[in-house]
């Protein structure tokens, strides 16, 4: 059945003067209401007011215009259908076969910073949503548009044969649905948070697709990235690349970690992470020398890693990275010297991001099969903890800052995590063990010589002496961690034994 009749009402106007004109061309009735209606009536295009079709005015300021049983009887009325057909005539009612029709910007309000509640209630679309669902709902006989980028196949093949087919109709129609629970889950989220809830009895998020992936963790396995609607600026999601081949699934999984990690430090720091994990961290008065001593601290596994810098790369530190393969540098900027110099690798990715801090605001979502965990993010850092000296002996000046840099890097680290660290890099990183010691052990090999003189991170406590047995005999001279052991007096006796400071956080960091 050839469409005779449109309603449209858009508050994003791309591109909907050249599509009503076209809709015209194909006689096609246009319905239309307030900034819409005036936008194609400047365009000298035939144009009814919705106030014509309900024969009531636009009221309470333009809050109620489309609600009403001569719009919605239209939408709904399915065609052929003889009681129906019946009623619609019964009250003049003129069926509408085609909707376009998108939203009050209500996410694009509230990511203003000054604005206020009043302005973001305000913005949300009760009409718009209502068309929408009902000409999704009645997609047999309607054709429902939300988005600009379907004009042309909608346009095409009405000039075909003067109405779109059932395919077209379900894939708008459940775009729609889409649309409009996305637009909701906004709205929903804002105001739970305003409300002051944390975890309400259903939770509901939604996110924008921002680009396809060539494959998941494996090449069998499909994977796309998707990003918040309201975008933070210090987020993977928010970076740009510069430079170098598209992102991988386990590209952005390492490049998430390096990021979040870098974000704990404010002085000139450097992170490498293979697996998710940091193979090495330093930092410095530069970020040249920070970027050396995250190669130093391990210059094997650093090969084919990601790299995070909280500073301007400049020509002398791009000149030292380019001597290895790495596979991506995410930094806030890069000088145009050192753009020029690591370019040359044309596979090697270039990122940009702000590096302002991390996040006390965000969630966690962990998907399980079945299932969704929310949590807090962990921002919880060592000037939030109330740190007690357990052993005889305190840690010294140099000492401390060892130990703040292990804590720093240990709450990144895959749980049972071990880090040993100096003061300004690390030096051996045991990940994700069965057994703390196992880990420990790890750290300790990895270190070699190294570890005579470091301190030792912990994530977690030590159920009982061995971690610490192990790293006296290592050479370890301070320790990190967070106590709460029932044993705890056995690992400070043999601390004071070794001679070794060790300090209780009272807080841990496991990272699963």
Known sequence: MKMKRALISVSDKTGIIPFVKQLTDAGIEIVSTGGTK???????????????VTQFPEILGGRVKTLHPNVHGGLLAVRGNEEHDKELAEHNITPIDLVVVNLYPFQATIAKKDTTYADAIENIDIGGPTMLRAAAKNH?????????????????????????????????????????????????????KEAGESFPESYTVTYTKKQDLRY?????????????????????????????????????????????????????????????????????????????????????SIFGGIIAANREIDAETARKMKEIFLEIIIAPSFSQEAFDILSEKKNLRLLTVEINGLSNNDTQLTSVTGGLLVQDLDSYTLEDAEVTVATDR???????????????????????????????????????QMNRVGSAKIAIDQAGEAANGSVMGSD????????????????????????????????????????????????RHFKH
């Open 38 to 52: 005036k936008q194609i009536e400047d365009a000298g295009l035939p144009v009814t007011g919705i106030s014509e």
């Open 140 to 192: 047999a006989d309607v054709t429902v548009v939300v988005d600009p980028a379907d004009y042309e196949a909608v346009i095409e093949e009405i000039k075909e044969t003067g109405e779109t087919t059932e395919q077209l109709r379900r894939k708008l129609a459940a775009k729609v649905f889409r649309h409009t629970a996305a637009y909701d889950a906004v709205i929903a989220d804002y105001l739970t």
């Open 216 to 300: 998941g963790e494996n090449p069998h396995q499909k994977a796309a990235f998707y990003e918040k609607p309201l975008k933070e600026n210090n987020t993977l999601a928010a970076a740009k690349q510069l430079h170098g081949k598209e992102l991988s699934y386990n590209n952005i999984q390492d490049a998430n970690a390096a990021l979040n990690m870098v974000k704990e430090f404010s002085e000139p720091a450097v992170v490498a992470v293979k697996h998710m994990n940091p193979c090495g961290v330093g930092c410095g008065d530069t970020i040249f020398s920070a970027y050396s001593r995250a190669y130093e601290a391990d210059p094997v």
């Open 394 to 432: 305190k840690p010294t000046d140099d000492e401390w800052e060892a130990l703040k840099l292990a804590w720093k890097v240990v709450k990144h680290v895959k749980s049972n995590a071990i880090v040993l660290t100096t003061k300004d890099r690390t030096v051996g990183i045991g990940a994700g």
């Open 460 to 507: 977690a406590f030590f159920p009982m002496d061995d971690t610490v047995e192990a790293a006296g005999k290592a050479g370890v001279t301070a320790i990190i961690q967070p106590g709460g052991s029932i044993r705890d007096q056995d690992s400070i006796d043999k601390a004071n034994e070794y001679g070794i400071a060790m300090v209780f956080t009272g807080i």
